[in-house]
């Protein structure tokens, strides 16, 4: 009986063959490219950087409020600063004091702290004086900082914003010592939600760069710092990204050990440094290193191994120290 | 293999895909699949390991440099420590990033530098602060993150956060990562060569079959398969020479049919052609002697007569498609005419019938083919009796048959005749069947009608003392058919599907194949039949043509047959095998009753009926 039937069913089968055979090559093709993608590929980095972008208008600020926000329902309240629905229409856009009065009335002020004035100097900057009672915690001053500092950035003619707390002082009050005094900026507060956001980061760095004298000059550079390297891997990376070390230089590792960091590159670094003198490719790496915190001396290894020369004239077969450019 | 590519190229058109690379391709394609899960399968948990590890190792040292700030009051920038440095270190170390924060939520270190002194605002960060969790450690993706308190006499005076990329921080991984792959790569590249090796082995078997076929295709009927291999070619080997044996059965059936038949036929017109040639040669044979020789003649021919038509009434009779006219009869009745009409024969002889009515039984019968059964069996049963003997026919039924029984006290069949008594011009004693006038077909036409009543026919016998003659036939006709049907279909399924380890497997695995064999012989016959049908229609033959003219012009019938049982696949053949197919379907449920040799015969009677047809017509004319 199944000889039989396979007969009859003979003709589709062979009509299905083909497409099958098709299928079947697709799938194995397939499967091949994925292995090989899956393989080799390594992350890159990704430099992205979360922006609150709100449309701006003339004359118009956007405001933040303060909200308890009951979310995990363990009772414990959860402080958020969060944006107003639409953005304040400033009734006198031009000046800036009525600006900052206007802005200061519509905020919703946390129980405790009470908006008691504020000054503004011929620079523009605005010192604004707050007392605070004891009952106010940390967090809820932490989240009204945040809640002023980001308004009050928002009008466009204010310069530093400098805010002055005042307190009982007691123990285990948020103001401390009484007074509390220090100027922020809207990127004063790092809005920190979890470890990816925390690895992804970009910021300034002190970098040291060839100034095309046969010196090198002091820079603050916008570096990113990735999520699979450390403040001193970004450093050298963007040294390379601004050519100052040979082009295809990789950094393979940098470690830290009692205030000497150890930097140990690829072969490429020791090809020609074209128009750029060693002795300044090895300072800028020297001197942009120790401006980080905690680095005092720099040894450099070429691919593991320490080099006595680097094209026979500067000696870096020790740790250097930071040199103060002519 | 060559002969079959060879042969075969005529034939085919299409390129169609083999089974080899059928199995090539989807042993290769379940071996990538299987890689590509196990590569991501392997990789994964490997990460989440890694991951928990570098977790566990993060945790540690959290809790160590919490405990170190919280001695030197978080003091980050004292000068008799090098905590700050530390901190620089151990996030080299585990290339991540460390940040410090204080109870004001300023971040007082960040490795990163990016942050440092800057707020941070962090929901996580304020619920460790407020000693609402005790600590956050977690995996983020890729990262694994800590978030712990510095605490100072159970006031949380600060907070560690502390992240780590698995990834970077093992670059172990990698390494794995390529490895698992140049593995699985080799081992996959590896597998080709088993995959094509599979291939071929399990088409080996197939492959030798079709060979030896093709082998036969070309006139080597007589050589038999070698069963080898696997189990499916050798079923199919044993299935083809179960068919091969089939048809050689058949092929001498049918001789011994044609040889009886002319024998029977020449034996009158030998009679007859000896008392004509005396007759002329006798030159002084007065009227007297003419008439005498004429009668005798005459007699000749009539028996000459009564054997074509017996012939043909064996013919009709088996020819059941179209034979038969079932139709609700009292068979009581009908016995009792049987029994009257045969009476005065019996008186002659003085014997005496006596007819047993158990119960009136209504069925589905062919009355006057039944008619002439049972007459044949009552007929015989004055012929072959002694002078004073008794007759005794008895009908009986139950609820599905009824039963004829005619029991006589006659002489008895030898038991070494008891077998042959049903096949065709078969006597058991010649002498006398020529004084009662026998044909030798009698019993043959009985088991034949019966037979297609779905019924039996059973001989008892004792030479010298009698012979009873038991016949069994259902009352109804399609109920049963369609039964027969049923049960040869669960036999069919029962071969397909039955598990392993039953006994009962080969029994019926075998029974299923012996069908399978004789529905595929009767299919040929059936085809052998069309074939002679047209022949004889076109009245072309005078005498016996036993071996039908192959269609396509190939020698020798059966050849055409292997070919088309080959699997080779030319059209013409495949709409042949359609024909067939549906020719044999409403026989299906008799199948289990056909022998391919009756049906060769049947066949071959068919010839014989056109051939009295002509003789018949040569009579009249």
Redesign the interface.
């Known amino acids: 009986?199944?000889?039989?039937r396979r007969?009859k069913n003979k003709d589709m089968v062979?009509k299905f063959?083909?497409k099958?055979?098709r299928i079947?090559?697709a799938?194995?093709l397939g499967?091949?490219a994925?292995?090989f993608a899956?393989?080799g590929a390594?992350?890159q980095a990704s430099t992205e950087v979360k922006k609150l972008s709100i449309a701006q208008s003339a004359g118009t600020v956007q405001l933040y409020y303060i909200v308890k926000d009951n979310q995990d329902g363990?009772g414990?309240n959860?402080?958020?600063?969060l944006p107003q629905d639409s953005r304040y229409q400033l009734k006198q856009p031009d000046s800036i004091a009525s600006s900052v009065e206007e802005v200061m009335d519509q905020l919703t002020m946390p129980s405790g702290v009470i908006f008691t004035g504020y000054t503004l100097d011929a620079d523009s900057n605005v010192r604004l004086r707050f007392s605070v009672a004891d009952s106010v915690?940390?967090?809820m001053?932490?989240?009204t900082?945040?809640m002023i500092v980001r308004s009050i950035d928002g009008l466009s003619q204010v310069g530093d914003v400098a805010l002055e707390f005042h307190g009982t002082g007691a123990e285990g009050t948020?103001v401390?010592d009484g007074v509390e005094i220090a100027t922020?900026t809207d990127?004063?507060?790092?809005?920190?939600?979890?470890?990816?956001d925390?690895?992804k980061?970009?910021?300034?760095?002190v970098l040291y760069l060839p100034n095309g004298n046969g010196s090198l000059k002091k820079v603050v550079a916008n570096v990113t710092?990735g999520?699979?390297?450390?403040?001193?891997e970004?450093v050298l990376r963007q040294l390379i990204a601004y050519e100052v070390l040979p082009k295809g230089t990789k950094v393979n590792q940098?470690?830290?050990?009692?205030?000497s960091?150890t930097v140990d590159l690829s072969e490429e670094f020791l090809k020609d440094t074209g128009s750029i003198s060693p002795k300044i490719v090895i300072y800028s790496i020297v001197d942009s290193l120790t401006s980080?915190?905690?680095?005092n001396k720099v040894q450099i290894l070429v691919a593991g191994e320490k080099v006595e020369k680097y094209h026979d004239e500067v000696s870096i077969a020790g740790p250097l120290e930071f040199v103060e450019p002519e | 293999m060559y002969l079959i590519i060879e042969g075969m190229k005529n034939t085919k058109k299409k390129r169609y895909v083999s089974t080899k690379t059928y199995i090539v391709l989807a042993v290769l394609a379940l071996l990538a699949g299987s890689f590509i899960v196990a590569f991501f399968g392997i990789t994964h948990f490997y990460k989440r390991r890694l991951k928990t590890e570098l977790l566990d190792s993060l945790q540690s040292r959290t809790v160590l440099l919490a405990q170190t700030l919280s001695f030197y009051d978080m003091d980050l920038n004292t000068s008799d420590t090098t905590i700050s440095t530390d901190i620089d270190e151990m996030a080299s170390f585990i290339q991540g990033r460390i940040m410090v924060v204080s109870r004001d939520y300023k971040i007082l270190k960040d490795t990163y530098v990016l942050k440092q002194d800057d707020y941070l605002i962090s929901p996580d960060v304020m619920a460790v602060m407020e000693q609402r969790e005790a600590s956050v450690s977690r995996i983020r993706g890729n990262y694994a993150e800590i978030i712990y308190p510095i605490q100072d006499d159970d006031q949380v005076i600060g907070v560690i956060i502390s992240t780590a990329d698995v990834i970077s921080s093992n670059q172990r991984f990698y390494y794995l990562y390529n490895e698992i792959f140049i593995v699985f790569l080799l081992l996959f590249l590896l597998d080709i060569g088993v995959a094509v090796l599979i291939g071929v082995r399990s088409m080996r078997g197939i492959n030798a079959v079709n060979e030896q076929l093709y082998h036969m295709t070309l006139g080597n009927l007589q050589d038999k398969m070698e069963e080898r291999g696997f189990k499916e070619s050798r079923y199919l080997a044993r299935n083809y020479n179960d068919l091969l044996d089939k048809f050689s059965d058949a092929d001498q059936s049918r001789n011994e049919f044609v040889s009886n038949v002319s024998h029977e036929l020449k034996t009158p017109i030998a009679s007859m052609k000896v008392l004509a040639e005396s007759l002329t040669q006798n030159e002084g044979a007065g009227v007297e002697d003419y008439r005498e020789f004429m009668t005798d003649i005459i007699s000749e021919i009539d028996r000459e007569t009564k054997i074509i038509n017996d012939l043909l009434t064996l013919v009709k009779t088996d020819n059941r498609e179209t034979g038969m006219n079932f139709a609700e009869t009292n068979m009581n009745q009908m016995l009792d005419s049987v029994i009257h009409t045969v009476e005065p024969l019996a008186k002659l002889r003085n014997i005496e019938i006596s007819f047993e009515n158990f119960r009136d039984v209504t069925a589905d019968v062919d009355e006057v083919k039944l008619n002439l059964a049972i007459s044949n069996l009552v007929e015989n049963a004055v012929k072959y009796n002694v002078e004073n003997g008794w007759i005794h026919v008895s009908l009986n039924a139950d609820h599905k048959f009824f039963y004829i029984k005619v029991a006589d006290s006659g002489v008895g069949i030898p038991d070494d005749a008891k077998e042959k008594v049903f096949e065709r011009f078969y006597r058991v004693d010649k002498a006398r069947s020529r004084d009662t006038g026998g044909t030798g077909l009698g019993l043959s036409i009985t088991r034949g009608i019966i037979n297609g009543h779905g019924g039996t026919i059973k001989v008892y016998s004792e030479s010298g003392k009698g012979t009873t003659f038991s016949v069994k036939i259902p009352l109804r006709q399609e109920r049963v058919e369609a039964e027969e049907l049923e049960t040869a279909k669960v036999n069919f399924r029962g071969a397909g599907v039955s598990g392993k380890g039953k006994k009962k497997r080969g029994k019926s695995l075998l029974k299923a194949r012996n069908m399978e064999v004789s529905k595929s012989a009767s299919k040929m016959i059936e085809a052998a039949k069309s074939d002679t049908k047209v022949d004889s229609s076109k009245g072309q033959t005078g005498e016996l043509k036993p071996k039908p003219e192959p269609k396509k012009g190939q020698t020798g019938e059966l050849k055409a047959k292997a070919d088309a049982k080959s699997g080779s696949k030319s059209d013409s053949k495949k709409g042949q095998t359609g024909e067939l197919k549906t020719k044999s379907v409403p026989k299906k449920g008799q199948a289990e009753e056909l022998t391919s040799a009756k049906e060769v015969e049947r066949t071959l009677e068919e010839v014989a009926a056109a051939v009295a047809d002509e003789v018949r017509k040569a009579d009249e004319e």
């Open positions: 009986m199944k000889y039989v007969m062979q063959s083909k099958k055979n079947f090559a799938i194995l499967c091949m994925i292995s899956g393989c390594q992350k363990t414990a959860e402080l958020q600063v915690s940390e967090e001053l932490l989240m900082k945040a948020a401390q922020y990127s004063s507060f790092f809005y920190y939600d979890d470890a990816e925390s690895a980061n970009v910021g300034d760095v710092i999520a699979d390297d450390s403040a001193q970004a940098v470690s830290l050990m009692n205030g960091a980080l915190p905690n680095i």
